[in-house]
């Protein structure tokens, strides 16, 4: 199985399945003497955790990540960061029921035609199973420590048909926590969760968006052609489990408006008036904030019978069992926001700032 790193100079290379012994990672080319902030990483471990509150899956894992090398006395030593965060609160008896039946909208059919029928661990989906994400919050938690000055700011922007319309500026950051939506606004996070509720109790599921913004990324990250920047934030993005798709700037909308709307037009010091680039230009950061949307699908298990075929062609009946999020959109906002503090801490080593 290929395509488990990702990056150029700051990699991460990630391990495990959701019912094995452990998800774990490896990060090489940090840089060395960079003083961690142990605390901060688990806080982001937290964020995304399940059983976190009443509207994300019931299972209940500490994720606690043990960082096996490449750190001596709270200090990175330039050495590749080994770490591993254990199961421990699996039931994989939830899954016995699929064991030759392929549900509908996950991987379990794809992976048989890849890998091979009998190979797919489908316990919880093995390792096409979001629990995954886990090494890449630990990996973007540190990538974050590589970056200092650089912020990084993720909440989730609709759920279902509930959008939440305020533009970015208008919003105060440090109420994305306030919530179990991670709404930074708290009358459209009320009715996203009372929606996310009432779509669980009818045994469904519903999608959403995530809006993130970064701040204060120097002019010049990113490079022409085949790796530019927004290319790359693409890339991280639509790697996590459950996205549909990713704008950045004006996205779609910049398709209806005409050149003289959506140009930038220039201050003397080199920002710009508006900001429909989303912060980069070419490719290449300008300077000015980037920020773009990601669209997650309708978590693909659902409490309802469905037709299905099994790996013998013949159609079935089955129906969802285990503890799932009816909404991954809450607990996909950190996973959304280390992506991007790979994307960045990559390309901030890469042009030597």
Sequence with gaps: MAGNTYGTLFRLSTFGESHGAAIGGVIDGCPPGIVLDMEAIQTELNRRRPGQSAIVTQRKEPDEVQFLSGIFEGKTTGAPIGFIVPNTNQKSQDYSHIKDVYRPSHADFTYDKKYGTGVRDY??????????????????????????????????????????????????????????????????AARMEDYI?????????????????????????????????????????????AVKGFEYGSGFCGAKMRGSEHNDIFNADGSTKTNLSGGIQGGISNGMDIYFRVAFKPVATIMQEQETIDSN?????????????????????????????????????????
């Design 313 to 353: 062609g013949n159609v079935v009946a089955m129906h969802g069992k285990g503890r799932h999020d009816p909404c991954v959109v809450p607990r996909a906002v950190p996973i959304v926001e280390a992506m991007a503090a790979l994307v960045i801490a990559d390309f901030y080593l890469l042009s030597g700032k």
């Design 123 to 188: 316990r919880g989906g093995g390792r096409s199973s979001a629990r995954e994400t886990i090494s890449r919050v630990v990996g973007g938690a540190i990538a974050r420590q590589v970056i200092p000055g650089i912020s990084i700011h993720a909440y989730t922007s609709s759920v279902g048909d509930i959008f939440l319309e305020k533009p970015y500026q208008a919003l105060d950051f440090s109420l994305v926590e306030s919530n179990a939506v991670r709404c930074p606004d708290a009358e459209v």
């Design 197 to 241: 509720k009432e779509v669980r109790k009818d045994g469904d599921t519903v999608g959403g968006t995530v809006t993130c913004v970064i701040k204060n990324v120097p002019a010049g990250l990113g490079e022409p052609v085949f790796d530019k920047l927004h290319a790359e934030l693409g890339k991280a993005m639509l790697s996590i489990n």
